[in-house]
């Protein structure tokens, strides 16, 4: 059997382990992994608290280096290669070097891009100043420290109040310089969480000197030397700072997709199926360049996750080597969990917000409760706080959020196979949840919201 060449374009998550699974399927195979710059496989989630000084070494966040790859997972690794076109009914590649500038094509038979997201920098004068930052890659967060161990910064002001601005505002706490987090929505974490929820996430950030401002960037203000002196916002103020950093989000990396002929979505991503095939019978994607099938609904979103990249690498991975062989892998889809956590409180979220749900069509109501994490007289019981998303109609669970300073993240990884199988609240009010005083109460708050929002669904009839 003549012995196939398949290229993997991209590092970090999906790329490494899109080349490793296919390897794996695949032994004879020829795999190629390019990545345009050095490190190819590194913990992206990491950043904030490496720039913090959790972290103190950037190599600690290094997963795998080039050379170990080769040699653990029999893959051809080539880092400051950048792949410039792929030309499918060709099966070419366009590859230039970094270093020396050379380009060259090069021949496979099937292609995986694993190209990633790239983060969104304001389309603003002065943008580009040497002291505003994202943080996105390795060299960013490299970058970032580099600067504030090289510069006085005294007030930070952040874009963005999701997830990374969160963490990069503690960031700065940390490092004893004062934050702002300009967010123009109703509250941080919009996107994740309720009103209510993001109004007790803001009373802990303002708690700890973070001040949080529903204002808009709309300028900077950019000294003869280079940088941003101040942000200017759509409520008129002008906000000194000497560093900003903009976290407002990603956007998926499909430009070599988009010059390769490939179908592209409306959201930018590549175009693929429940196998990760684009719309070139020889090319595959997978990762943050792509969108995913939600469970909850059959709807396609994008979502650019850890989790989701790995999983998606491997279904395209196996497709792309597996030559006829076995059956076809198939994406069955993701509920999209994630988490936080900001000064000691952890946020949780697994599918849909009642917003979130009312947007997708659902009649739907949410409920809340307040507990503890552990018998409430136990020493170190905490507070928790647990809300559900419910179908009206079933009493379908759609989603859940829980805070908490201890065991939240966990307890929302229960209700992830819930909302996956689309069990009733009047099922999971009747569930057998560990009782333990020094670990859990006898009735967990996932039990007692369960049962709320059942007799919900009673009243509601």
């Not at 060259?104 to 002291?131: Q, Y």
């Not at 996105?136 to 997830?163: E, I, P, Q």
């Not at 979505?265 to 693929?272: L, P, Q, T």
Request: aromatic share 6%; charged share 25%; hydrophobic share 45%.
């Amino acid at each position: 059997m003549i012995r196939q060449r398949i290229a993997v374009i991209g590092g970090v998550a999906a790329g490494p382990a899109a080349a490793a699974h296919a390897k794996r399927i695949d032994p004879e195979a020829d795999v190629v992994l390019f990545e345009r710059g050095s490190n190819i496989s590194y913990g992206a989630c990491e950043l904030p608290y490496y720039v913090a000084d959790q972290i103190e070494s950037a190599e600690t966040l290094v997963v795998f280096r080039p050379e170990a790859f080769e040699r653990d997972k029999r893959v051809s690794v080539r880092t400051g290669h950048e792949v410039t076109d792929i030309r499918p009914d060709r099966n070419r590649l366009v590859v230039r070097e970094v270093l020396s500038g050379r380009s060259f094509e090069e021949r496979f038979d099937k292609f995986i891009l694993a190209t990633g997201a790239v983060a969104i920098r304001p389309e603003l004068d002065g943008s580009e100043a040497a002291n505003l930052f994202v943080v996105r890659s390795l060299d960013d967060g490299v970058d970032l420290k580099n600067y504030l161990a090289t510069h006085r910064v005294r007030h930070a002001v952040v874009l963005g109040g999701g997830y990374v601005g969160l963490e990069m505002a503690e960031a700065m706490v940390t490092r004893e310089i004062r934050a702002t987090v300009l967010e123009p929505a109703a509250h941080v974490l919009h996107r994740y969480v309720s009103a209510d929820s993001g109004r007790l996430v803001e009373t802990l950030l303002q708690e700890h000197g973070v001040a949080v401002r529903r204002e808009r960037a709309i300028g900077f203000n950019v000294s003869g030397s280079g940088l941003i002196t101040s942000v200017a916002t759509d409520q008129g103020e002008s906000i000194g700072c000497q560093l900003v950093i903009a976290a407002v989000g990603t956007r998926p990396d499909s430009t070599l997709a988009a010059r390769a002929g490939l179908r592209i979505r409306e959201s930018g991503a590549v175009d693929v199926d429940s196998r990760m095939r684009t719309s070139a019978p020889n090319v595959w994607a997978c990762g943050d360049c792509i969108e995913v099938t939600r469970v909850i609904d059959g709807a396609s979103v994008y979502s650019p996750l850890a989790q989701t990249a790995f999983r998606t690498a491997r279904v395209a991975a196996e497709n792309a080597a597996r030559r006829g062989r076995g059956a076809v892998a198939q994406f069955p889809g993701t509920c999209e969990a994630s988490a936080v956590k900001v000064f000691g409180l952890e946020v949780a979220r697994v599918g849909l917000t009642l917003e979130w749900a009312k947007k997708a069509g659902f009649d739907a109501f949410d409920v809340a409760v307040d507990g503890w994490s552990r018998v409430s007289f136990y020493p170190g019981a905490q507070r928790l706080r647990v809300e559900l998303t419910v179908e009206r109609r079933s009493g379908r669970l759609l989603g859940g959020t829980v805070i908490g300073r201890e065991g939240a993240a966990m307890r929302a990884n229960v209700l992830v196979p819930l909302v996956w199988r689309g069990a009733s609240v009047r099922e999971i009010r009747d569930f057998d949840l560990v009782y333990t005083p020094p670990v859990a109460p006898s009735i967990d708050p996932i039990l007692v919201a369960a049962n709320r929002a059942a007799e919900g669904l009673k009243s509601s009839h």
